[in-house]
């Protein structure tokens, strides 16, 4: 879906800046403003982590966790988004947090980035198809006889994640066709599922919304360990938005295709988030009202979504919005292979990776897509869940996997944020970044926003790492220590980063001229 004011002139200024960078048009730039924000939508996807992870809320504190707590965790979301669209538009290149880090900081500040990004999308690969396969399971599995054991869990989650990784190597017209569909059908579902709450809930108590009740422990179906302090719940409850709304990067991602990318990638990253945000708070809030018995379904745990359904909604409608949050939920993880395969292509064109850069920088002449950075990531996403489905965690059951997976994801993958907005703010004015991108704040706000982004790092961190999910500590912990090791011993030397400066861009002009007669790109 072009854009239709998108010219000659237009693409050749796209291309421009790319060259003005280092690097070749490989990839096919055919994503519009509107699809740039789709991938994002779609990936944020408000009917996969509001609804899995739904008992986060709830569990914690009560109503006020999706009345109140939403609107914050969201706030901090916010930040991390204006302050990497900033960048973003200065900066539009494929794997951009890798290339902010290195350009903005140093080589190794891009280095440790690539991979907490690439850990992080990963990881958020295998929680949001972890999570579709237990909504399948709590939906349509009874049909087959799925039950919610670790076995056919992992099996559904292969079975997705394969055909994803296929449609994603057909090409970004492809992908990008699915996800514009993605963004119609979140919003028809959403809009469908918040009617069928107001109108058919028993009673609606619009005071739940800003009522802290402390539903920890049992209480809460052990979401959350037992705790009598509700500033300490109210941080847990934070966990619900501040998941849901993430994987913006991949409008930065997918920069090197989309048209106008210095307006339309900035503009991808804020609206997503804005209307994530916004349409995301009304079905959450809905979804609370709706609960006819707050103390049951609180008591209920992780299946206090499908709970509550079964009990408000005629059968033929209940089935109807789960076959639409069955679609999206889908489409989120395929536009997540999407974004990862973009980081792990990128980082690998300037030999990132210690063994195989070559192949996965390779792009498909046919389908403009890096099909072996496609698929190794796809993967590398599915060993992960294999091997985390063999860690033992409290509770015993499958679903706790799901939330290990999503609370190591949110560390790695905000980490990967800040560290490349830090370096932006003690950049920006400087020598390495001298002018902002036509996409900006004033230089007071966009500092105020990447400082408060800091402050927001410190409490996911904190959040994150709580009980029962402290292994996530010594998970990220070891990670960084040995990043620093591999660092120190052997990527010092061995790694250059991107091309940077006047002399290094030049070079590779030769480069960049055979790179795009392979692919057959003319203009």
Same mark, same amino acid.
């Given at each position: 879906?072009?854009?239709?004011?998108?010219?000659?002139?237009?693409r050749?200024?796209?291309?421009?800046?790319?060259?003005?960078?280092?690097?070749?048009?490989?990839?096919s730039?055919?994503?519009?403003?509107f699809?740039?924000?789709?991938?994002?939508?779609s990936?944020?996807?408000?009917?996969?982590?509001?609804?899995n992870? #739904?008992?986060?809320?709830?569990?914690?504190?009560?109503?006020a966790?999706?009345?109140?707590?939403?609107?914050?965790?969201?706030?901090?979301?916010?930040m991390? @988004?204006?302050?990497?669209a900033?960048?973003?538009?200065? =900066?539009?290149?494929?794997?951009?947090?890798?290339?902010?880090?290195?350009? *903005?900081?140093?080589?190794?500040?891009?280095?440790?980035?690539?991979?907490?990004?690439?850990?992080?999308?990963i990881?958020?690969?295998?929680?949001?198809?972890?999570?579709?396969a =237990?909504?399948?399971q709590?939906?349509?599995?009874?049909?087959?006889?799925?039950?919610?054991?670790?076995?056919?869990?992992?099996?559904?989650?292969?079975l997705?994640?394969?055909?994803?990784?296929? #449609?994603?190597?057909?090409?970004?017209?492809?992908?990008?066709?699915?996800?514009?569909?993605?963004?119609?059908?979140?919003?028809?579902?959403?809009?469908v599922?918040?009617?069928?709450?107001?109108?058919?809930?028993?009673h609606?108590?619009?005071?739940?919304?800003?009522? =802290?009740?402390?539903y920890?422990?049992?209480?809460?179906?052990?979401?959350?360990?037992?705790?009598?302090?509700?500033?300490?719940?109210?941080?847990?409850c934070?966990?619900?938005p501040?998941?849901?709304?993430?994987?913006?990067?991949?409008?930065?991602?997918?920069?090197e295709?989309?048209?106008?990318?210095?307006?339309?990638?900035?503009?991808?990253?804020?609206?997503?988030?804005m209307?994530?945000?916004?349409?995301?708070?009304?079905?959450?809030?809905?979804?609370?009202?709706?609960?006819?018995?707050?103390?049951?379904?609180?008591?209920?745990?992780?299946n206090?979504?499908?709970?509550?359904?079964?009990?408000?909604?005629?059968?033929?409608?209940?089935?109807?919005?789960y076959?639409?949050?069955?679609?999206?939920?889908?489409?989120?993880?395929?536009?997540?292979?999407?974004?990862?395969?973009?980081?792990?292509? @990128?980082?690998?064109?300037?030999?990132?990776?210690?063994?195989?850069s070559?192949?996965?920088?390779?792009?498909?002449?046919?389908?403009?897509?890096?099909?072996?950075?496609?698929?190794?990531?796809?993967?590398?996403?599915?060993?992960?869940?294999?091997?985390?489905?063999f860690?033992?965690?409290?509770?015993?059951?499958?679903?706790?996997?799901?939330?290990?997976?999503?609370?190591?994801t949110?560390? =790695?993958?905000?980490?990967?944020?800040t560290?490349?907005?830090f370096?932006?703010? *003690?950049a920006?004015?400087?020598a390495?970044?001298?002018?902002?991108?036509?996409?900006?704040?004033?230089?007071? *706000?966009?500092?105020?926003?990447?400082?408060?982004?800091?402050?927001?790092?410190?409490?996911? #961190?904190?959040?994150?790492?709580?009980?029962?999910?402290?292994?996530?500590?010594?998970?990220?912990?070891?990670?960084?220590?040995?990043?620093?090791?591999i660092w120190?011993v052997?990527?010092?030397?061995?790694f250059q980063?991107p091309?940077?400066?006047?002399?290094a861009i030049?070079?590779?002009?030769?480069a960049?001229?055979?790179?795009?007669?392979?692919?057959?790109?003319?203009?």
């Amino acid at each position: 879906m072009p854009m239709d004011d998108y010219t000659d002139e237009h693409r050749k200024e796209d291309i421009k800046v790319l060259h003005g960078m280092g690097y070749a048009q490989e990839l096919s730039r055919s994503m519009s403003k509107f699809s740039n924000f789709a991938i994002s939508f779609s990936i944020i996807c408000i009917l996969s982590g509001g609804i899995n992870s #739904f008992s986060q809320s709830i569990g914690s504190i009560g109503g006020a966790g999706a009345g109140i707590g939403w609107i914050v965790g969201c706030a901090v979301s916010a930040m991390f @988004a204006l302050a990497m669209a900033q960048i973003a538009s200065a =900066f539009p290149t494929a794997g951009g947090l890798y290339h902010w880090g290195s350009i *903005l900081g140093n080589r190794f500040w891009g280095w440790l980035t690539a991979w907490l990004n690439l850990l992080g999308l990963i990881t958020v690969l295998g929680a949001i198809n972890l999570g579709t396969a =237990f909504y399948f399971q709590g939906t349509f599995g009874g049909l087959i006889g799925m039950t919610a054991d670790a076995e056919p869990i992992v099996i559904f989650v292969v079975l997705i994640t394969v055909v994803q990784a296929l #449609f994603n190597a057909l090409g970004i017209k492809v992908t990008t066709f699915l996800t514009d569909i993605s963004g119609y059908i979140i919003f028809a579902t959403t809009a469908v599922l918040v009617l069928a709450c107001l109108f058919l809930a028993p009673h609606l108590d619009i005071s739940r919304l800003w009522t =802290f009740t402390n539903y920890s422990g049992d209480a809460g179906g052990g979401v959350f360990p037992q705790s009598g302090n509700m500033g300490y719940l109210f941080l847990l409850c934070l966990l619900l938005p501040v998941y849901t709304i993430t994987g913006y990067d991949a409008s930065a991602h997918t920069s090197e295709e989309t048209e106008k990318a210095a307006h339309s990638v900035p503009e991808g990253i804020v609206t997503s988030v804005m209307w994530s945000s916004l349409i995301g708070w009304v079905m959450v809030s809905a979804i609370m009202l709706a609960i006819p018995d707050m103390a049951a379904g609180a008591k209920s745990g992780v299946n206090v979504f499908f709970g509550t359904m079964d009990a408000i909604l005629p059968f033929w409608l209940k089935e109807l919005i789960y076959v639409g949050i069955l679609v999206a939920q889908f489409l989120c993880g395929l536009a997540t292979v999407t974004s990862a395969s973009r980081m792990l292509f @990128a980082f690998s064109r300037d030999g990132g990776m210690p063994i195989g850069s070559k192949a996965l920088a390779k792009v498909s002449p046919k389908y403009r897509t890096p099909v072996t950075a496609i698929w190794t990531a796809t993967a590398i996403c599915l060993l992960y869940v294999i091997l985390v489905s063999f860690i033992p965690v409290q509770g015993g059951s499958a679903f706790s996997l799901y939330f290990m997976v999503v609370n190591s994801t949110l560390v =790695f993958l905000f980490l990967s944020f800040t560290i490349p907005l830090f370096a932006g703010m *003690l950049a920006y004015g400087g020598a390495k970044w001298p002018h902002p991108g036509p996409w900006a704040m004033s230089a007071g *706000l966009y500092k105020l926003v990447t400082l408060l982004a800091m402050v927001g790092m410190i409490v996911i #961190f904190f959040i994150a790492v709580q009980p029962p999910n402290e292994g996530v500590l010594w998970i990220v912990l070891a990670f960084l220590a040995l990043a620093l090791i591999i660092w120190v011993v052997f990527e010092n030397r061995r790694f250059q980063g991107p091309p940077i400066g006047d002399e290094a861009i030049a070079k590779r002009k030769a480069a960049i001229a055979a790179a795009e007669r392979a692919v057959g790109e003319t203009a």
